[in-house]
């Protein structure tokens, strides 16, 4: 019971950032072309679009994230709120699967608690393929949280894709961020 | 001796006789003619055999008779030399024109073996000379292929430089561009003469050679002189 | 070898060729080059008040040589700047070795509206090709432009050009971050926003008649599938179920739309009848099944499945019934869609070296990579098939890129603030 106020606390800001994506929503204004809102758009001569300066990183299968659950305390592993994935895998990772066994255990605790599992990808590849990646992604971690008795009803799955990364960048660094699912208590 | 004598006088008389008879007898039937050859040369004259009639009767005026008839005998005889002689003569006449004739005729085939010696001779120099001019021929006319298709080589990649061909073309299409040249080889006209069907190949084929202006034609202007109109056929390999 | 040897040698080459003297010698021209056309845009004279001289001639000029079929001649090489045909001179032209020649002019009428006439002329036949006049208001004249090129296109190309039509987008600026839906021209031009968004937008996808636009919108937080009317602005939300709602699809008769939805588990392709809103599932399995794309028949549908562990392209019948796969090798294809023929499919994939844009030919089974990015996306083929115009990156910052068919010219169409992506090129008409 401990944990009630850190789940009140997450729920309001839940409710904050709920309230928040309300008002954005309403902020989606719709033009009809016949009305048209003129922006300059310069057209630029001839350009070679070659690949930038930057080395270019292969995808990789076999990138070694941190993947060891083992010495976590449960509080440890509960603090973890987002689970990372291999480029174009939804596999869950040693760490992965403890951390949503630890997520799934908590929710069992409380029978009102209720959780959104947002999927991510990073950029590379296409945006719907990536929409449908980072779903699967999140339903691999809502089937841990079910497999391990939470209701189905209480677990939100949600993708993004590739559209709201967290980590900026084209490298392996800020891939290896972006290729995620975030937990978030409702 | 003198009956003998006689007998031989007669049989003589009687010969001559007979002998004069049968020529008067075969003048009056053949006829006779000074300048007539005898028709079959060499051929003796047939004798016919006359009885006297009356020995008694002939000797009276056999004198006379054997007078004249000596002196007709005597012409007859120099006109049967005569004849003779011209027979003879009219014989080895013939003779010497049957063996000039003969002469003449292996003259003349000497002649013709000769000449158609010397024509076999005059040929085999004529087949050995257009041999020689053969082979000369054949390697100037190689020289001259080969300069002609180094020609037209040049022309062909200056023309396909310039030949931008159209993206739509479909396999199998053919045009002919007749061109005029100067001298300079410069295109001076430049016609289709067998459309392709499709008018934007036929115009890029047409343009090309227009590009391609002037063709790359030898310096000298009496090339003009053999060359001064060309058909381009455009038909691509490759599409 | 003298002079009179040689010519010696060309009449016994004429005669060995059993041709008479003066003969016409016949020549076979095989092998051309598809080289790109030298044409010449000279600036149009204006009559007039204003000074829109150069607006037409510039318009055309950069649309055919965007085109990558075309070479336009840089202007300080200009022999001269002709106006009218009898000012025209055509041998300087023919050194430039310049094919055709553009000349115009334009008059502002007394009503304010602007006369407009071209000549297309061929410099080596000496020739019009095409000439037009148009009166419209200066506004329009623009568009005008993008005809004349069409014009131009289809004289000396026998192709239906493309370069009056429109390409719709997604922008992204701002922090917040602001997602516009937009449409412009095909050059990038003119740009007006149609959606406006704090929330991701995707996918935007042309009806086949030109007049709507489909698209995926994250405006209530979670992605789904919208249709906007582009005239009155009116828009209906077609699906909106759990799950992903994303990858609409028009089929070509613009009757259906093919998209992704997830409702029942996972990522499967649907038909949806837009006339009663009939929706029908099509593919079955436990992968992503996504990216839906119609074949040029509206028979079959293509689309993006990882069930071999890798995305690769799969075909099913728009009757339903198993699906085939169609893409083989590589570690990444998607995001496809038919070539006009139905020949090939434009993709993105993988080969090792980045996300490029590609043609994968059906008959071969062979993938010919058209861009050397490291993430380019969303390609979409030209109407006549002729252009992709696909997002990339340049500078770090999404740009969209026009490409030629041989992948030998491409533009970039940058826009002044923010970042593209998305693109889809539209159909003809519908203006």
Redesign the interface.
């Known amino acids: 019971m401990h944990k009630l106020p850190d789940i009140l606390l997450r729920r309001a800001a839940a409710l904050v950032a709920l309230f928040a994506a309300m008002l954005l929503a309403a902020c989606t204004t719709v033009t009809p072309y016949s009305d048209p809102v003129v922006v300059e758009v310069p057209l630029e001569g001839l350009d070679d679009l070659g690949a930038a300066d930057e080395d270019i990183i292969e995808p990789s299968d076999t990138y070694i994230y941190e993947d060891d659950a083992s010495g976590l305390s449960e509080k440890e592993l509960l603090e973890k709120r987002v689970i990372y994935f291999d480029y174009d895998s939804s596999f869950l990772s040693e760490l992965g699967e403890a951390v949503s066994n630890a997520h799934a255990r908590n929710l069992g605790g409380d029978a009102n608690a209720r959780v959104i599992l947002e999927g991510h990808a990073d950029e590379r590849g296409t945006r719907e393929y990536n929409l449908a990646l980072a779903e699967d992604r999140a339903k691999t971690v809502a089937d841990v949280l079910q497999a391990l008795g939470v209701d189905g009803a209480r677990i939100e799955v949600v993708s993004y894709g590739e559209e709201r990364p967290a980590a900026a960048g084209s490298n392996e660094a800020a891939w290896s961020q972006n290729r995620r699912v975030e937990i978030l208590y409702q | 001796m003198s009956r003998l004598l006689r007998a031989g006088l007669f049989a003589r008389a009687v010969l001559f006789t007979a002998a004069v008879h049968s020529a008067l007898f075969i003048v009056l039937i053949q006829g006779f003619s000074w300048f007539t050859p005898p028709k079959r040369g060499g051929e003796p004259i047939s004798a016919s055999v006359v009885f006297a009639r009356d020995i008694g009767d002939w000797r009276a005026e056999d004198l006379r008779k054997r007078e004249g008839a000596a002196r007709a005998a005597r012409q007859m005889g120099e006109a049967l030399a005569r004849q003779k002689e011209e027979r003879r003569a009219a014989e080895k006449l013939a003779q010497q024109k049957r063996a000039e004739e003969k002469e003449k005729k292996k003259r003349q085939k000497q002649l013709a073996e000769r000449r158609k010696a010397e024509q076999a001779e005059r040929a085999e120099q004529a087949a050995r000379e257009a041999e020689n001019k053969r082979k000369v021929d054949a390697v100037w006319r190689r020289a001259a292929e080969d300069a002609l298709s180094a020609l037209i080589g040049r022309i062909a990649a200056k023309v396909e430089r310039n030949w931008r061909r159209p993206q739509t073309s479909r396999a199998g299409l053919r045009a002919t561009i007749r061109v005029n040249v100067a001298r300079d080889g410069s295109v001076t006209g430049a016609r289709v003469t067998r459309s392709s069907g499709d008018p934007l190949f036929d115009q890029s084929a047409e343009r090309a050679v227009l590009k391609a202006s002037p063709l790359p034609f030898p310096k000298d202007p009496q090339y003009y002189e053999f060359i001064d109109t060309f058909d381009f056929k455009f038909h691509p390999d490759e599409l | 070898m003298s002079?009179h040897s040689?010519?010696?040698?060309?009449?016994?080459?004429?005669a060995?060729?059993a041709r008479p003297?003066?003969?016409?010698?016949?020549?076979?021209?095989?092998?051309?080059?598809?080289?790109r056309?030298p044409i010449a845009v000279v600036p149009f004279a204006f009559e007039g008040a204003g000074a829109a001289e150069n607006l037409p001639a510039a318009i055309i000029e950069?649309n055919l040589?965007r085109s990558g079929?075309f070479a336009p001649l840089a202007r300080e090489d200009f022999a001269a700047r002709p106006q009218t045909p009898e000012e025209v001179r055509y041998k300087p032209w023919?050194l430039l070795?310049v094919?055709n020649l553009v000349i115009g002019r334009l008059k502002e009428q007394k009503d304010g509206r602007i006369q407009i006439q071209f000549r297309l002329l061929?410099v080596?036949?000496e020739r019009q090709i095409a000439g037009q006049k148009f009166t419209v208001p200066a506004a329009r004249l623009r568009k005008t432009a993008h005809q004349i090129s069409d014009i131009i296109y289809e004289k000396?190309?026998?192709?239906r050009g493309a370069f009056d039509t429109r390409i719709a987008f997604v922008t992204v600026d701002g922090r917040?971050r602001r997602y516009r839906l937009?449409?412009?021209d095909a050059?990038?031009?003119?740009?007006?926003?149609?959606?406006?968004?704090?929330?991701?937008v995707?996918?935007p996808a042309w009806s086949p008649d030109g007049r709507r636009l489909a698209y995926?919108?994250?405006?209530?937080?979670?992605?789904m599938v919208y249709i906007?009317?582009?005239?009155?602005?009116?828009?209906e939300r077609i699906a909106g179920y759990d799950?992903?709602n994303?990858?609409p699809a028009w089929s070509p008769d613009g009757r259906r739309l093919a998209l992704?939805l997830?409702k029942e588990?996972?990522?499967e392709i649907y038909l949806y009848e837009l006339a009663g809103g009939k929706l029908r599932r099509l593919t079955r399995h436990t992968a992503?099944?996504?990216?839906p794309a119609w074949s040029p028949d509206g028979g079959g549908v293509i689309f993006?499945s990882?069930r071999s562990g890798?995305?690769q392209i799969y075909r099913i019948s728009a009757r339903g019934g198993a699906a085939e796969r169609v893409t083989f090798g590589g570690?990444?294809n998607?995001?496809a869609s038919y070539a006009a023929d139905g020949k090939s499919l434009v993709l993105?994939t993988?080969q090792?070296?980045?996300?490029r844009v590609a043609l994968y030919s059906l008959a071969e089974h062979s993938v010919r990579e058209l861009?050397?990015?490291?993430?380019d996306?969303?390609p979409s083929f030209s109407p006549n098939g002729d252009m992709i115009m696909y997002a990339?990156?340049?500078g770090?910052r999404g740009?969209l890129?026009a490409l030629s068919l041989d992948g030998r010219?491409?533009?970039?169409?940058?826009?002044?603030a923010g970042a593209v992506?998305?693109v889809d090129w539209s159909p003809y008409g519908g203006q």
């Open positions: 002079a040689r010519i010696a040698l060309f009449a016994l080459a004429l060995a060729m003297a003066a003969a016409v010698v016949t020549i076979d021209v095989t092998r051309g080059t598809e080289s056309i950069a040589a079929r023919r070795k094919e061929d080596f036949r000396l190309l026998g192709r917040p937009q449409i412009a050059d990038g031009h003119s740009p007006k926003t149609i959606l406006e968004s704090s929330r991701p995707l996918s995926v919108s994250f405006e209530q937080n979670r992605s906007q009317d582009l005239w009155s602005g009116k828009r799950g992903i994303g990858a992704t997830s588990g996972n990522p992503i099944d996504t990216e993006t990882n890798r995305p570690k990444y998607a995001g993105i993988n090792g070296n980045g996300y861009t050397r990015g490291r993430h996306e969303s990339s990156q340049a770090g740009v890129a010219v491409r533009q970039v169409i940058r826009t002044r992506r998305e």
